[in-house]
């Protein structure tokens, strides 16, 4: 047991108390942007933390970079913008909402670290371009690692469980991870690779079982120029229906993710199945439902489903709400801002 | 000729992805890519170790480069410590910059990303915004998408959204002041200079291929690299 523990010790990553700089993601905040306002109401009115959603923040550039259209100097040069901002207004700890950013910023504060002069010269772009300087972030941390660190916090304020409200039974789940959270630096990993703990460790805590099944660390396929042109996109399908084959046979009461781009495509592409093939992979005829960590943790702490987007998914979360035992209405679930009925018409 | 190798290996990601490649195939066990294309990552490993510039020209010139998805699990895997995704992204890089994406259909489809997340990021500070997302080119986000699409301000705002106002929140008016810095940043760097460069050499291939890229919102030569498959993408 004091072997394991000191190992263990090993695979652990310092995730900050509180001060939080946050940032927000284009894909999440267009796809989910639910789970991006859910997020900064539960650090702010559950867990009491200082956290910022600055409107001056703009994209890091990692959808351009990875598809290569972004050049790495103008990708390093807009990030210590990003950097620039947050010491502007006061804060250490960076938290980017998005696993692209997360990757890509790690992967330049070590490129820094390696290079230094390419450091330097991001220094005097930035001055020369903005007459701006910038400090380095104390920490990089994703929002899901918060979730992780404060999920025995949040579970005593939970009014449900991970638990299926007629039988009992642990609700069984499959957890993704984004590529780019962990395979890019291992060592910025709550567990690391080879153990990734950030979402396991809430399922486990929140009453829920962990799926392990042999295609649980295959990308969810997005692969950035192979969905962002049409023609390619059949890449990102038959990589997410590689692993759908490979989870099915468990019998999945949820898919959970923390990277935007990976809960979409889980999403999306079990919904494209179904339409091309009449296909789905629940025995029910209406696929897995695909929670953001954002979202799961809303849920059970007795958020509206509607208030949180989930009508905003493809693949239908009622049944999984009904085995949690949570409560909706149906008749707000396509209600907009302004309080009228924003007509579905399905096809 | 070009000394392309030397060329390439002034980019720090070049230094940081080659060590020296045993050879031994984990990459090319572990990489989604090689799975559905013609596609096997330790043979950019091997190209690039014979610093041969003729074999790099060919495969700067090809759709060998352009299948790589950037998952980086061959980062994570590699015994040598070699990064075959960040290789490509040496050569992807290079490629445009001498022009030489243009000759290979899967290249050639650098334009369409140009034209879409490119110019977002210059005019709206996202690289994707819901509004990009057009239902037409989008099939796979199915009538939930349509919905959203045409209420979005309605929906976004009822999520914590704030679409195109000024202040915080999901898809905000981000300020001109940031959106000028960022152009500016662009500018000093190189970027808008590479944007350039991709929208010269496609405006040239264009017209090689009897193509416009004048019309608006999608010109024939957008469609065409947008939607059409080359021949060898579904092999094996």
């Known amino acids: 047991m004091i072997m394991e523990e000191k190992y263990w010790k090993n695979y652990q990553k310092e995730i900050p108390e509180d001060n939080y700089y946050y940032e927000r993601s284009c894909i999440r905040q267009s796809f989910f942007p639910g789970a991006e306002k859910a997020f900064l109401n539960i650090m702010r009115l559950e867990l009491r933390k200082d956290i910022i959603d600055d409107p001056d923040l703009h994209t890091c550039t990692g959808i351009g970079y990875h598809s290569d259209v972004v050049p790495l100097e103008t990708t390093m040069t807009i990030i210590a913008r990003l950097f620039s901002l947050m010491s502007?207004?006061?804060?250490?700890?960076?938290?980017?909402?998005?696993?692209?950013?997360?990757?890509?910023?790690?992967?330049?504060?070590?490129?820094?670290?390696?290079?230094?002069?390419?450091?330097?010269?991001?220094?005097?772009?930035?001055?020369?371009?903005?007459?701006?300087t910038f400090d380095l972030p104390e920490t990089v941390t994703h929002p899901s690692d918060i979730i992780y660190k404060f999920r025995?916090?949040?579970?005593?304020?939970?009014?449900?469980?991970?638990?299926?409200?007629?039988?009992?039974?642990?609700l069984k789940g499959v957890e993704h991870i984004g590529c780019h959270y962990s395979k890019v630096f291992p060592h910025a990993v709550v567990g690391s690779m080879e153990f990734p703990q950030v979402l396991s460790g809430i399922i486990q805590e929140w009453g829920g079982k962990v799926i392990d099944y042999p295609e649980r660390r295959h990308c969810c396929g997005f692969g950035f120029r192979n969905y962002l042109i049409q023609a390619n996109r059949g890449y990102s399908l038959a990589n997410s229906r590689?692993?759908?084959?490979?989870?099915?046979?468990?019998?999945?009461?949820?898919?959970?993710?923390?990277?935007?781009?990976?809960?979409?495509?889980?999403?999306?592409?079990?919904?494209?199945?179904?339409?091309?093939?009449?296909?789905?992979?629940?025995?029910?005829?209406?696929?897995?439902?695909?929670?953001?960590?954002?979202?799961?943790?809303?849920?059970?702490?007795?958020?509206?489903?509607?208030?949180?987007?989930?009508?905003?998914?493809?693949?239908?979360?009622t049944?999984?709400?009904?085995?949690?035992?949570?409560?909706?209405?149906?008749?707000?679930?396509?209600?907009?801002?302004?309080?009228?009925?924003?007509?579905?018409?399905?096809? | 000729m070009i000394d392309y190798y030397e060329t390439l290996r002034k980019d720090i990601r070049f230094v940081e992805g080659l060590n020296a490649c045993m050879n031994c195939g984990v990459c090319s066990a572990i990489c989604p890519a090689a799975e559905f294309f013609p596609y096997d990552p330790k043979?950019?490993?091997?190209?690039?170790?014979?610093?041969?510039?003729?074999?790099?020209?060919?495969?700067?010139?090809?759709?060998?480069?352009?299948?790589?998805?950037?998952?980086?699990?061959?980062?994570?895997?590699?015994?040598?410590?070699?990064?075959?995704?960040?290789?490509?992204?040496?050569?992807?890089t290079l490629s445009q910059k001498l022009g030489l994406f243009t000759k290979s259909p899967?290249?050639?489809?650098?334009?369409?990303?140009?034209?879409?997340?490119?110019?977002?990021?210059?005019?709206?500070?996202?690289?994707?915004?819901?509004?990009?997302?057009?239902?037409?080119?989008?099939?796979?986000?199915?009538?939930?998408?349509e919905w959203y699409h045409s209420n979005l301000e309605e929906i976004i705002d009822r999520l914590g959204g704030n679409l195109n106002k000024p202040g915080s929140g999901a898809l905000r008016k981000i300020s001109d002041e940031s959106i000028a810095e960022v152009n500016r940043i662009f500018e000093v760097t190189g970027g808008k200079n590479f944007f350039d460069t991709i929208d010269q050499f496609s405006q040239q291939q264009a017209k090689e291929m009897g193509l416009e890229t004048d019309s608006e919102p999608f010109s024939s030569y957008f469609m065409k690299i947008y939607t059409e498959q080359d021949d060898n993408s579904n092999v094996e």
């Open chain 1, 319 to 347: 049944p999984l709400l009904e085995k949690i035992g949570i409560s909706f209405d149906p008749n707000t679930k396509y209600v907009g801002k302004s309080g009228r009925i924003i007509e579905f018409i399905s096809h």
């Open chain 2, 43 to 92: 043979k950019i490993c091997n190209i690039l170790q014979t610093k041969d510039n003729q074999l790099i020209e060919e495969l700067l010139s090809s759709d060998y480069i352009w299948y790589c998805g950037q998952c980086m699990s061959c980062k994570t895997r590699c015994p040598r410590g070699n990064t075959p995704g960040l290789l490509i992204s040496t050569l992807r």
């Open chain 1, 152 to 170: 025995k916090e949040l579970k005593s304020r939970m009014k449900y469980q991970l638990l299926n409200i007629k039988t009992g039974e642990p």
């Open chain 1, 242 to 317: 590689k692993k759908f084959e490979s989870m099915a046979p468990y019998n999945p009461d949820f898919i959970l993710t923390n990277c935007p781009g990976c809960n979409m495509f889980l999403d999306r592409w079990q919904y494209t199945i179904r339409e091309m093939e009449g296909k789905t992979y629940d025995k029910h005829g209406n696929g897995i439902p695909v929670l953001t960590y954002e979202e799961l943790t809303g849920l059970l702490l007795g958020y509206d489903p509607w208030d949180l987007g989930l009508q905003l998914h493809a693949i239908d979360v």
């Open chain 1, 88 to 132: 502007e207004k006061g804060y250490k700890n960076f938290v980017p909402s998005c696993v692209t950013s997360f990757g890509l910023i790690n992967e330049v504060l070590e490129t820094w670290k390696h290079f230094p002069e390419e450091l330097e010269k991001t220094r005097l772009y930035l001055q020369q371009a903005t007459g701006r």
């Open chain 2, 106 to 145: 899967k290249g050639r489809q650098q334009y369409a990303i140009y034209k879409t997340v490119g110019e977002s990021i210059l005019t709206k500070g996202y690289c994707t915004h819901a509004e990009m997302i057009k239902p037409e080119l989008h099939p796979e986000q199915g009538q939930v998408w």
